[in-house]
C-alpha cells in the first residue's frame, strides 16, 4: 500500500544531533538560510522533532536522544558524517552570510578541477557543511583524468 506523503519529504534527508537543538534551528535559519518546516514539542516545552528545509531537501534538527547519538561538541569535535548542500547560486554570498552569523570557516570559496566553486563552514556545535554550486561543465573523463582516479 502507497500512501502519499504529506510533509512532501525528497528521497533523502540527513539527521544532524544537538546538544541544543532550538538554538540550532535559529542559526541553521541565519546563517545558511534553512526554513524551519516542523517543530514538534512535548507537553513541557522540550523539542521531540524537528525538520528544516533547503531547496528540496531537508534536514532533521534533533537532541542527543540516545548514547549512539551525539553532537561533535559531545565528541571532542569529531564528525562522521558531512552534509553537503548545493546551491543554484550566490556560492559566495551565503560564505559571507555564514560567516557573519559565526560560522567558522574551514575552507573559502574555491573552484574545484571538476567545476564546482566550494567552501566548507563550521556550525557552533562543530558540525561541518560543505556548500558547493556548479560554476563551470566538466565531461567525467575530463574530471576522472584531473583527479588522477
Known sequence: MTVDDPFKHS???SGIFYKNPR?????????????PSMVVSDADGRLVHSEMRFGDGYVIV???????????ASVAGKNTQS????????????????????AEIVQEPADQFYGER??????????????SQTVRS????????????
Do not use: M, N
Open 62 to 72: 534533533d537532541a542527543e536522544w540516545a548514547d549512539h547519538v551525539a553532537s561533535p
Open 138 to 149: 566538466v565531461p567525467r573523463e575530463e574530471a576522472e583524468r584531473l583527479g588522477d582516479l
Open 83 to 102: 552534509v553537503y548542500v548545493r546551491l543554484k547560486d550566490g556560492i559566495d554570498a551565503h560564505c559571507d552570510r555564514a560567516r557573519a552569523a559565526g
Open 11 to 13: 528521497t533523502l534527508g
Open 23 to 35: 538554538a540550532a534551528l535559529i542559526w541553521l535559519e541565519k546563517a545558511f538560510g534553512f526554513e
Open 118 to 131: 566550494q567552501y566548507r563552514a563550521r556550525d557552533p556545535e562543530g558540525h561541518v557543511w560543505t556548500f
